[in-house]
């Protein structure tokens, strides 16, 4: 019998379709956590970073990685935690960050804050928190449309 | 051999992040409240990567799980500073700020580690933890430097603290690198940041000994570990 092994492009589009957990606005492929895909053999072997250690996601990630693929067929799979080198924001797509920044969410930045209020543009913005409602984001606000938002957190 | 010093590191951790979760609900503000969450998370998660790799390395069957739950304070190794009670809010960021500032120091040291794998931890930690010591640097600086009130109450907070500092900078054949060697870059950091702060650094060095070497912990520990390990030993089959 003869097992088609689907091609390793096809398994990062699938992957492309797998939302974050807590984003769901970008996939896990936009976030940059899939490292590596590859055939080990008839197993399918997927390297993942985790965004912060104590991310409570990152068992719901695992989860559903494993979901989406067997829905394609995939049985054979591994999953490989991989973490160094650890996972860094400049590993966002860039269509990651523009879906980021219209969901309402600003991209992370080198200088260390948001760009500018992903609601009105407005620079003048402030910081309200260093954290948020998840690991990876902190809290800030717009002086002139008054909206608070998150802002995706640079490391 | 790594255990003993990967324990240390991993109990850290996890001491540090129950006490902190302590706050959960209970924080002055509710931005607080998710700050001293979030880094409890980070710290768990940290422990989760000491623990677990001196859990494998130690080839006793033992998990990461078996190793938080199942030891009594005489077995852990954390720093004394680390399981001290939280009290009040100034208490706990003055303790933030003390073993932040040791922390990075010691990961940034540990990055450089021979060892792939206790560098690997270190180098994915690093990033968290230069994090922490922002926030706890300011948090300090804001509150020393802020009202007559909120100054009285954080030079308390450090003078009842400061006993608590010489036992990081302690070392032996078990720790993964020379914690002596870190005090320079310890000082550096604590004596500008005190400064900006306008708190005086206690004169006296005394230091209290034997989180590390397990030979004595303080009470606190004991009664935190009954809160936290209390579940997985009554149903130790217990998931969720």
């Not at chain 2, 009040?88 to 933030?96: A, I």
Request: with cysteine.
């Amino acid at each position: 019998m003869v097992t088609t092994r689907p091609a390793i492009k096809e398994v990062w589009a699938w992957l492309a379709d797998v939302p974050d957990p807590e984003i769901p606005v970008i996939s896990l492929v936009d976030l940059g956590i899939i490292r590596d895909v590859q055939w080990q053999g008839d197993t399918l072997e997927i390297t993942v970073t985790p965004t912060y250690s104590g991310c409570p996601a990152t068992s719901i990630i695992n989860f559903e990685i494993e979901a989406a693929l067997h829905a394609k067929g995939i049985d054979n799979l591994s999953l490989k935690r991989q973490i160094a080198p650890p996972w860094t924001t400049d590993w966002l797509s860039d269509a990651g960050k523009a879906k980021l920044e219209n969901y309402g969410i600003a991209p992370p930045q080198p200088a260390g804050g948001p760009q500018h209020c992903p609601h009105c543009k407005s620079h003048a913005v402030e910081k309200i928190s260093q954290f948020g409602s998840t690991p990876c984001k902190a809290q800030w606000r717009c002086t002139d449309c008054l909206e608070p938002f998150d802002y995706f957190k640079c490391i | 051999m790594s255990v003993p010093g990967l324990i240390r590191l991993g109990d850290n951790t996890l001491v540090l992040g129950q006490r902190l979760s302590e706050w959960c609900g209970h924080a002055p503000a509710l931005e607080e409240d998710i700050a001293l969450a979030n880094m409890a998370l980070d710290l768990i998660g940290q422990t989760q990567l000491w623990l677990g790799l001196a859990a494998e390395r130690e080839g006793e069957g033992r998990s990461t799980d078996t190793l938080a739950y199942h030891r009594d304070a005489w077995d852990f190794r954390n720093l004394l500073l680390v399981e001290q009670p939280n009290r009040d809010f100034g208490v706990t960021m003055m303790r933030q700020f003390l073993f932040d500032s040791w922390h990075l120091a010691a990961l940034t040291a540990l990055c450089n580690h021979t060892d792939a794998d206790i560098s690997a931890i270190a180098q994915k930690s690093v990033k968290e933890v230069t994090y922490h010591r922002e926030r706890s640097t300011d948090t300090v600086i804001a509150l020393g430097d802020g009202t007559e009130h909120s100054h009285t109450r954080m030079q308390s907070a450090l003078d009842r603290l400061w006993p608590y500092v010489g036992e990081m900078f302690t070392t032996d054949e078990d720790d993964l690198t020379d914690m002596a060697a870190l005090r320079p870059a310890f000082d550096a950091h604590v004596t500008a940041a005190l400064a900006e702060a306008t708190l005086t650094r206690p004169g006296n060095d005394f230091a209290h000994q034997g989180g590390k070497t397990g030979a004595r912990h303080s009470e606190h520990l004991g009664h935190m570990l009954a809160t936290m390990q209390v579940l997985p030993r009554s149903y130790p089959d217990a998931s969720w």
